[in-house]
Every structure is written in C-alpha cells, then in structure tokens.
C-alpha cells in the first residue's frame, strides 16, 4: 500500500466512524414485545428498553409504546453510559414515548410510557430512575449530537417511603382524609408511626451527562425524590419544554454547566408547570425550589412556565461564578411567567447577608446584573377555574394550610444529663417538628390532567413533531 492509499483509508475509516455516530436506525420497544425480537420494527419491538439502549448505534432513535420500563430483570432504573463514570462516554440517542403498543398512535397522555419502580424494584434502584451519558472524546472536533427524551412519566411514589395517612395524628403529616400518604420520609428519618413503602434512597429521576444539545419535553416528573431533572451539560443547548414536574422534592429542575465552555453552552426553559416542590427536610427549611439559575451557563431563558405552591421558592438566582468578567457576560432572563402561592416567588441572593425575597410583581425591579435583559411580565396567576380544579383538590387544600408545630422537652434529672453535669458536658434535650404536610404522594395518574388548562402558559397539550 503506498502512502496515498494509507492516506485515503485512513480518511474513508474516520468518515465511518463519523457516519456511524450519527446513525438513524430505529428501534422499537413495547411492553407486549419479546425478549429475543431485533426491535427494528413495530411488528418486532423489543421488550426491555435497556436491551434496546444497548443494541443501538450511535445516533438513533428509540420509540417506546405505553407500559413500565423498569430496565434488566425490572431493576427499577434505565441507563445510557455508566452512571457516575467520568471515563465513559455514552452515545447519543432519541427517546419517544407514548406510542400505543402496536405503533399505529402516539399520544403521550392516552398511552402513558413511564419509568415507575416498586417494591421489587426497591433494592436494586441505582443511581436514576433514567440515567444519560452522552460526551465525545477529548480533542473531538466534529459535530454536536443530539440527545432527545420526549413522551415520558417518571414517578418514584409507588416505591418512596411515606407515613401511613391519618388525619387524625398529627404525627404522620396528612392534611386531610383525601391525600394519599402521610409525609414522606427523608433518608435515615425513623417515625413512630406506621409506615408505606420500600425504600428512603434519595435517587435522582432524570440525570444527565451531556456534552451536546438535548430536548426534554412532554415528559411528567412526580413524586422524585431527589430532583425532577439534574446534571451538567458541557457544551450545547438544552431546551427544557412542556413537562409537568410535581411534588418533586429538592428542586424541580437544576442543570449546572462548564464555566470554561460558558460561553457555547445555553438553557431554554419554557412552557413548563412546576408545583409542589418540596424541601429537602421536613423543617421546610432547605431547597424546595422550582427552577434554580446555575452557573457555566451563559444565556438561560425561563419564560412561559407556570410556578406554584413551592415549598421554598418558584426560581432561585442565587449562585454566581468566581470569575467577575464571566459572571458579567451571563444572561439570565425570565419573562412572561405566572406564579401563584409559593413561599417566595423569586429568591435572589448577593452573596452577602440573607437572600432577598421577590414577589413576581417585582422583579422588574431586581438588578440587570442578577435577572435580566429580559425580565418583563412576570405576573400573578389570573383566575383560572381549569387549572386549579385539574389539581388533585385535597392536595391543594391541604399545601394552602400548611401550619408547622414546633416542641422541645427537658429533663434534668435524666440519666444522661446527671451524667453529662457531672464531666461538665452540655445538657440535653430533644426538639420535635411536625409539619402538617411534606412531600406527600400525589396521584401520577391525575399529573396529567395539567397539560393544557392555561393558554400559552405551562405545560400544553404535546405537538408532535416526530
């Protein structure tokens, strides 16, 4: 071989290499499929969506039929790449849900595909219910792929630990006879009441790694324990559209960039519903945002969403970058939203002293510097009977009276504090906080009676351009 024809494979190998990582093979998964089938056509779906994942190339598309996707052997999690593996990089792949299970339909609110672990699933959840990887090598040059998750419910309430519900001791955190649990129970929280469930594991529900533009939309986020949406993205634009996150606890969503890519990386969040995100303790003293501004992002736009009944906040802007001059050149904008009962609207923070609350009436007014250039007609919900009624109503009523009650006792004569007294130690006593609601299940089925009810303002019903 002379070097010219060395030169010429070399060139053809690189474009194979090139041409396969932006494959478009399709592959189809349905409940009613078959362990052994190719998935390469809706008369041969594959069965689990994990085997799917593994089988695709680089590139391709994979559509899911109604059912439960609970991984290998319902492990209760699905992945692509490794899941906290800085030296794996994925692949690039297109998730739609909502397809009826012969493929002829899709439909995300008529044919529910969802991500729904239980109580065989309780000791095997890893990590995220769904998990993305998706980087390129060091020194790659070429294109940015795409990543798509479309058409999705993830719910991790049918496997949380919770309170028995019992509006009548107060111990358990039911607001009232129609809520489904009582509170939900942090990791390592042991209540003297009965208890629902399988596990208190803080998992993640959507989690990505991502180097490249990705679209998250029409999905419905519930009862996540540990975020709605979290992760880093590295390079590219995400655009985060037409899902319902609710009672999700921690924060809604929360995506962090790369601040030395700042400037090729951006966020679009839109024409999202966010309700009922619930702090990380039952204090109600920590987190509990809806959407959170984060940093190594040069231009995030939140515009269209509504927020409301957040434990803590609807949108934080509260972290900056280190670097003045990068810090100078981010946007972050919100515009055109509606905000009803939150704790706070908009809580921003300097860095020095206590955060400041904004109600939406006001955000005008904040610094261009912390929200801004586009800030205009951030509003209080307008009466809208739709809406609220296609909230679960118990539910509603029992976050608008929320009350906490607070107790502590001592005992000097105590064992422990005799003896504490006598080594000169500190006295001790203990503090009991009981809050009338926390992070109570709310019914998934009923998440997707949001889509829909406000014109031009959250979630809307899925036009699908697939």
């Known amino acids: ?98 397809y009826s299970s012969d493929f002829s339909e899709r439909d995300v609110i008529k044919h529910v595909t969802k991500i729904q672990p239980g109580e065989v699933s309780a000791k095997t959840i890893k990590g995220a219910l769904l998990h993305i990887t998706s980087r390129r090598p060091n020194g790659y040059k070429g294109p940015l792929g795409e990543v798509v998750v479309d058409g999705f419910t993830f719910d991790y309430g049918e496997v949380s630990k919770y309170c028995v519900a019992d509006p009548k001791d107060s111990r358990t955190g039911t607001p009232n006879d129609g809520v489904l649990t009582g509170r939900i129970l942090e990791t390592g929280a042991s209540p003297a009441t009965k208890a629902v469930g399988f596990t208190q594991s803080d998992t993640y529900a959507l989690h990505i790694d991502v180097e490249g533009n990705m679209k998250i939309q029409n999905c419905v986020f519930v009862n996540c324990r540990n975020f709605g949406i979290q992760g880093m993205i590295y390079e590219g634009h995400i655009e985060i559209s037409n899902n319902v996150f609710i009672a999700c606890r921690y924060a809604a969503c929360q995506v962090q960039g790369n601040s030395i890519k700042a400037d090729k990386i951006s966020l679009d969040f839109h ?80 860095g020095v002293g206590s955060p400041i609350n904004v109600p939406a009436s006001r955000i005008e007014e904040c610094d261009e510097a912390t929200i801004g250039p586009k800030y205009e007609n951030n509003v209080e919900m307008p009466e809208n009977k739709a809406f609220t009624d296609a909230i679960d109503q118990a539910y509603l ?70």
């Open 1 to 98: 071989m002379n070097k010219r024809q060395f030169i010429c494979g070399a060139i053809l190998a690189i474009m194979g290499v090139f041409s396969s990582a932006f494959a478009q093979q399709t592959y189809y998964v349905s409940s009613t499929g078959t362990a052994r089938a190719n998935g390469l056509s809706a008369q041969t779906p594959m069965k689990d969506l994990q085997k799917a994942i593994d089988a695709a190339e680089d590139g391709s598309t994979i559509l899911v039929a109604e059912g439960n996707y609970l991984g290998n052997m319902d492990r209760g999690y699905v992945t692509v790449g490794i899941f906290g593996n800085g030296t794996n990089n994925g692949k690039y792949l297109k998730f739609y849900g909502g």
């Open 271 to 350: 024409h999202n519903t966010v309700l009922f995100t619930w702090t990380r303790t039952k204090e109600l003293s920590d987190m509990g945002q809806g959407f959170r501004f984060r940093n190594g992002i040069r231009t995030i736009d939140v515009h269209n969403n509504i927020f409301g009944c957040n434990s803590r906040c609807g949108v934080e802007r509260a972290t900056y970058e280190s670097d003045k001059k990068l810090e100078a050149l981010k946007q972050s904008n919100l515009w055109d939203n509606y905000f009803f009962a939150n704790h706070y609207d908009l809580e921003i923070s300097n």
């Open 397 to 466: 009523k029992g976050f608008l009276s929320i009350n906490i009650v607070s107790s502590s006792s001592y005992d000097g004569n105590s064992a422990a504090n005799q003896l504490n007294r006598a080594f000169g130690l500190n006295q001790q006593g203990t503090e009991t906080i009981r809050p009338s609601m926390y992070g109570n299940k709310y019914p998934w089925e009923k998440a997707k009676d949001l889509f829909g009810k406000v014109k031009d303002f959250g979630a809307q019903i899925p036009v699908y351009t697939r």
